[in-house]
């Protein structure tokens, strides 16, 4: 009975939060009619503080609220690359957003493969990168759903298991999509955003100073108690470290749900402050990365480690806390969760269903986006449900995919012998070398990340084939003259 009585206000805070959530995500597009812009990119007409809880909301996910703190309990240092990476990706943001947000609006882009179509006048590399942002942001939203089960299960003291609580979750935020698109996602993330960083900030950070008595204290028990966790070492060495950073930073904005937040600006001013802002809140994974160092340090035993963060307020706060930080990554989850499935929506509607129905209208391609939100949503539930996988690792398969794309992205920016030849044909050879070294060799060689040799071979790829192959200039310059004129 005390067991139960304990369980009860965390459950009820966590519930009491994903039904805030759902409210607020339908009460955003309830009686609205959407055209197939206003649905994917919320009419291009988001402010600074939607934008930015936008974005923030589905940057920092379940991976940088769970996953960074499993990571620092289980490996340690090597974790660090997360906090890394965001200084290369924020700074490559600010100069290519603007050409992504120019261009969608010159041509009327909603989705990342509408981006790369009329960059370079092919609906085939239209379809490839579709279908690259279709497979391995699967493994993501996967991801994201794991979380949000893990959230639910220890929240709930056990009463509710991880698997009822993918569900739950899943069903929730497929409600709110299909109901205001990305309109509801930008209400939502507003509530989400909020509350992750005050809980990180409120909560998290003080749990070494309760278990410790300060960082000082936390780090000389962890170098007595796992000395290894303080350096990069083999498997995770210097060469591992350096290279993933490099595949984080370069492939960040490769993601499909980047493209529509971008697009989503107002104007470029917006755009711009939004990513001058966004580094800040960068920052309060360093609170969970430190819940995870705490529970390394303490010695306790789990039996996953993805749960480091929320044992660490389990043993340090009453069990009410342990509710509020369970919604904040509920909240974490479902804030990049529901972006995810959006995006992916508008890959399978807009670039795939009109491969078999070209002349679709926009109000039957609003059907079809919301009818693939229940389809992918669906399919997402089903492979968290019975092929989990750790966090961290599921992100970083979704990295060594999507940054296959950079080469063809930057390139097609400047250089005018760039074609789609040579765009596609580096994608391919890209992701042939990350399925040999991720599913025959099942290394990385030299210590260096698999998904950075795929980039590598890519670029070499891309720059042969541009040059043995005629260049269309003309597409270049009207691409070019369209972004710099507005």
Request: aromatic share 14%.
């Amino acid at each position: 009975m005390d067991y139960l009585s304990s369980a009860t206000v965390p459950l009820l805070l966590v519930l009491g939060w994903v039904l805030l959530s759902l409210i607020v995500g339908v009460m955003a597009g309830i009686k609205r009619k959407f055209t197939l812009e206003g649905y994917l990119v919320s009419g291009r007409g988001l402010g600074l503080i939607f934008l930015y809880v936008l974005m923030a909301g589905e940057i920092y996910s379940a991976y940088a609220f769970l996953g960074t703190g499993g990571w620092a309990y289980s490996y340690g240092m090597p974790i660090m690359y997360a906090i890394g990476y965001g200084a290369l990706a924020y700074s490559f943001g600010y100069f290519y957003a603007r050409y992504v947000w120019k261009a969608g609006k010159a041509f009327g882009c909603v989705t990342q493969a509408d981006y790369f179509q009329v960059r370079y006048n092919s609906k085939t590399l239209a379809v490839i990168v579709a279908l690259i942002g279709i497979i391995f942001n699967i493994p993501y939203l996967q991801l994201q759903l794991q979380g949000l089960g893990y959230i639910v299960n220890v929240g709930s003291l056990g009463s509710i298991s991880t698997r009822a609580g993918i569900i739950i979750g899943m069903v929730i935020m497929m409600i709110y999509v299909y109901t205001s698109g990305l309109r509801g996602i930008s209400w939502t993330n507003l509530l989400q955003a909020t509350l992750m960083f005050i809980v990180a900030w409120a909560v998290l950070f003080a749990i070494p100073f309760k278990q410790f008595g300060g960082i000082s204290e936390l780090f000389k028990t962890l170098a007595q108690t796992k000395p290894d966790h303080l350096i990069l070492h083999p498997p995770m060495g210097i060469a591992w470290y350096v290279s993933t950073l490099i595949l984080s930073g370069l492939g960040f904005f490769m993601y499909p749900q980047m493209y529509p937040s971008i697009y989503g600006a107002r104007d470029l001013k917006t755009l711009k402050r939004n990513y001058v802002l966004l580094p800040i809140y960068s920052i309060f994974m360093i609170p969970v990365i430190l819940a995870g160092f705490t529970v390394a340090a303490l010695g306790l035993k789990l039996g996953a480690p993805d749960e480091a963060v929320l044992k660490a307020v389990e043993i340090t706060y009453p069990s009410w806390v342990l509710g509020i930080v369970g919604a904040a990554g509920f909240a974490a989850a479902a804030s990049t969760a529901s972006a995810i499935l959006l995006s992916l929506a508008g890959l399978l509607s807009k670039n795939l269903y009109t491969i078999v129905k070209p002349n679709a209208s926009d109000k039957e391609l609003v059907i079809a986006s919301r009818a693939s939100v229940v389809i992918l949503g669906t399919l997402a539930m089903l492979l968290a449900l019975y092929t989990p996988g750790r966090l961290v690792s599921l992100l970083l398969l979704a990295y060594a995919g999507m940054t296959q794309m950079f080469p063809a992205a930057v390139f097609g920016l400047f250089w005018k012998r760039m074609n789609k030849y040579a765009a596609g044909a580096g994608m391919i050879a890209g992701l042939i070398t990350i399925t040999y070294l991720r599913l025959v060799l099942k290394t990385n060689p030299l210590g260096i990340h698999f998904g950075l040799w795929g980039v590598l071979v890519n670029v070499i790829v891309t720059v042969v084939v541009a040059l043995v192959t005629k260049p269309e200039e003309e597409i270049f310059q009207k691409f070019k003259e369209a972004v710099v004129s507005l």
